[in-house]
């Protein structure tokens, strides 16, 4: 009976986080779209400008996995939510249902073009290394103390 209820609290606990989660991106996501516009019109750039433009592409929240033998702590799903204010980029990243919290993230451009390297630490110290292949599309890593690199891929599912 006692194992019963503690399922049960957990249960319930979990879906109050998810719940809370789901708010709380929704809040993230719909605070940075009023914040910006993407450009219109293509026009020679200084590498300033380029730089808030790509800053501006990834502007949005991603979903994907972690690729992996075995469960990473809470599942394979991710969630990284970006959003651009004053020419700088914020970051929240968490598990996908759970919920999302913020994370120190560095940017930086390498190469021609719009194709950013995002790295930043999280919650639990994981080093993630990010790339944007192409629109809409992060490949990288997802490092979690002595494990070796995991690849992990998340797709923008929303501005």
Do not use: H
């Not at 808030?52 to 990834?58: G, V």
């Amino acid at each position: 009976m006692a194992l019963t209820n503690s399922l049960t609290n957990t249960i319930q606990k979990r879906q109050k986080m998810k719940a809370i989660g789901t708010i709380l991106v929704l809040f993230m996501v719909t605070a940075g779209c009023s914040t910006a516009t993407p450009p219109t019109t293509l026009m020679p750039v200084s590498s300033g400008d380029m730089k808030l433009a790509c800053m501006q592409t990834l502007r949005g929240t991603w979903e994907g996995m972690i690729s992996a033998n075995g469960m990473p702590p809470g599942g394979w799903g991710r969630t990284l939510v970006l959003l651009v204010r004053e020419d700088k980029l914020y970051a929240n990243y968490g598990i996908t249902g759970i919920g999302v919290s913020p994370v120190n993230i560095s940017f930086e451009l390498t190469g021609e073009g719009c194709r950013p390297t995002l790295r930043f630490l999280t919650q639990v110290n994981t080093a993630v290394t990010l790339t944007l292949l192409k629109d809409g599309w992060l490949s990288g890593t997802f490092r979690l103390g002595e494990w070796d690199p995991k690849p992990m891929n998340l797709k923008k599912v929303g501005r």
